[in-house]
Nanobody
Framework: QVQLVESGGGLVQAGGSLRLSCAAS????????MGWFRRAPGKEREFVAA????????NYADSVKGRFSISRDNAKNTVYLQMNSLKPEDTAVYYC????????????????WGLGTQVTVSS
């Protein structure tokens, strides 16, 4: 089992920045690809970003490219999502996900999910 706990959400004005963190515990963190998803009110969950265990490959949704950056610190068992130039449409609950394969994470089929952290961007 892998347990994931997100933090760092909050209220920010448009154009501002936030950094989300996802702390992992349980099985060896370095074996897992990690990712971030979000769900806005009344909408389906959508992919935001993902990366391999080594960080050598990263994927981003088109809507966040150039604004968001995913990274990880395997020594701290933590993955981050740096969000810059935030827009009101980025408002959502953000979820961390983990699985062995990047493709599995990327498609939203991960076995492990956190409970989410709320991000609200005011205009």
């Amino acid at each position: 089992q892998v347990q994931l706990v997100e933090s760092g959400g909050g209220l920010v004005q448009a154009g501002g920045s936030l950094r989300l963190s996802c702390a992992a515990s349980g099985r060896t963190f370095t074996n897992y690809a990690m990712g971030w998803f979000r769900r806005a009110p009344g909408k389906e969950r959508e992919f935001v970003a993902a990366m391999t265990w080594s960080g050598g490959i990263t994927n981003y949704a088109d809507s966040v490219k150039g604004r968001f950056s995913i990274s990880r610190d395997n020594a701290k068992n933590t993955v981050y999502l740096q969000m810059n130039s935030l827009k009101p449409e980025d408002t959502a609950v953000y979820y961390c996900a983990a699985d062995m394969m990047l493709r599995t994470v990327r498609t939203g089929s991960s076995n492990y999910w956190g409970l989410g952290t709320q991000v609200t961007v005011s205009s």
